[in-house]
């Protein structure tokens, strides 16, 4: 069975501080994406990840995969309250026919 | 950008109605399309894969009698929650990629909010 968990499922931290989310998934993928969804919104996407060390980077947030660690890391950098918010990753089976497998989420706060 | 465009936002009915969902690529075409659920507080679980010209494909214990897909076009799926209880009222998003796009993110819709009374 395919698992893809998070860790954190909850966070709270201060503005200005740093924190890393992490995403490990049980079967071989070299696709990885991050989504990020506000309260009762839909889902935004933020970074795409098609090969083992990639790294991406927009703003505040990095993400990275490792593809043999069947791992994908979220860094926070000085964190503000705009990013909280709702974070899934999601891995992409090439086998089971072009469908995403989400993440358990991490919620985000972001305390002024 | 790819948009997807999900239609109603939200809707609130009595036990026992069928509801639809719409869900359109505004300016792609999508052979295929993707429906999840998603409960409060919980992460978006697939339901089904909707092809356009064939019968969708539904994740296990998804009833494909309680929740008909058609994707009659390249650019519209559309879920139907017939005879919907309580149990069923949820986050319904929708999801398209780019055709011959595999290497690019699941653009989604704004979901539809969906009570049942």
């Known amino acids: 069975e395919l698992k893809v968990e998070q860790n954190p499922l909850f966070l709270s931290m201060q503005e200005g501080k740093n924190y890393t989310i992490y995403c490990n998934y049980s079967t071989t993928s070299d696709r990885l994406y991050w989504y990020r969804q506000d309260p009762g919104k839909s889902l935004e996407s933020l970074f795409v990840?098609?090969?083992?060390?990639a790294v991406k980077q927009e703003g505040r947030l990095m993400a990275s995969l490792d593809t043999k660690a069947r791992l994908s890391t979220l860094h926070i950098t000085a964190a503000v309250h705009d990013l909280s918010a709702t974070y899934f990753c999601?891995?992409?089976?090439?086998?089971?026919?072009?469908?995403?497998?989400f993440g358990t989420g991490t919620s985000l706060t972001v305390i002024p | 950008g790819a948009v997807v465009s999900q239609h109603p936002s939200w809707v609130i009915c009595k036990s026992g109605t069928s509801v639809k969902i719409e869900c359109r690529s505004l300016d792609f075409q999508a052979t295929t399309m993707f429906w999840y659920r998603q409960f409060p507080k919980q992460s978006l679980m697939l339901m089904a894969t909707?092809?356009?010209?064939?019968?969708?494909?539904?994740e296990q214990g998804v009833e494909k009698d309680k929740f008909l897909i058609n994707h009659a076009s390249l650019t519209l799926s559309t879920l139907t929650v017939t005879s919907a209880h309580p149990e069923d009222s949820s986050f319904y998003i929708c999801?398209?990629?780019?055709?011959?796009?595999?290497?690019?993110?699941?653009?989604f819709g704004d979901g539809t909010r969906l009570s049942i009374l």
């Open positions: 999801s398209a990629r780019v055709w011959g796009g595999s290497n690019q993110p699941q653009h």
């Open positions: 909707s092809n356009e010209g064939s019968k969708a494909t539904y």
């Open positions: 990840l098609l090969s083992n060390g």
């Open positions: 999601a891995v992409d089976i090439r086998y089971t026919g072009n469908q995403f497998y």
